[in-house]
């Protein structure tokens, strides 16, 4: 029982590691890194302000989603929406996380993504959002561009080879395709 309990504090600070080096999601202060990849508030007990909330657990007055429309483009199963929308809003908004708040996000049994697209999109939509809303200046650039090398090596460590194939299909779409957003429509 020590040994897996060993196990899997190397694989978490490997996986924390990991993110932190190469600009990735991890837990945090619900802050965007310069890379375009947010961070993830959790274990918090008090309320405060953030700049993003994961989609399945956010609520926007009317007002607000009329003013930020979400981006047609991201079509299809729209992966990363929550990025998208979340980073504008907080560019206008206070984002309040609300740990009180409970909610129940149900998941559709149809329209799911395999990890193969799921892997590609992530590269492809976080490549397009990061273009569309951050500074294109060399600190960010060089985020961005350390999180599209170190996607698939985070896909490695945690032996996801779907995701894998995935990433590696959306970073050749990246490098090589006029428009790799077109192709996931």
Known sequence: MKAL????????AGNYLLSK???LPHEGSGRFLPSGFPTFISNR???CLSEYVPGGLTAYRAAVIKKIRFDEHLQSYGYMEDDDIGYRISRLFQILYCPAARCQHLHASMGRITPYEAGKMLMINHHYLFHKNFPQDLHHQLAHWLSLIGYPILQVWNLQGQRLIGSFSG?????FHKNPLSVIK
């Open 45 to 47: 007990s008090e309320e």
């Open 171 to 175: 970073l050749w779409l990246i490098l």
């Open 5 to 12: 309990s060993l196990l899997s504090k190397i694989h978490r």
């Open 21 to 23: 080096i190469f600009f």
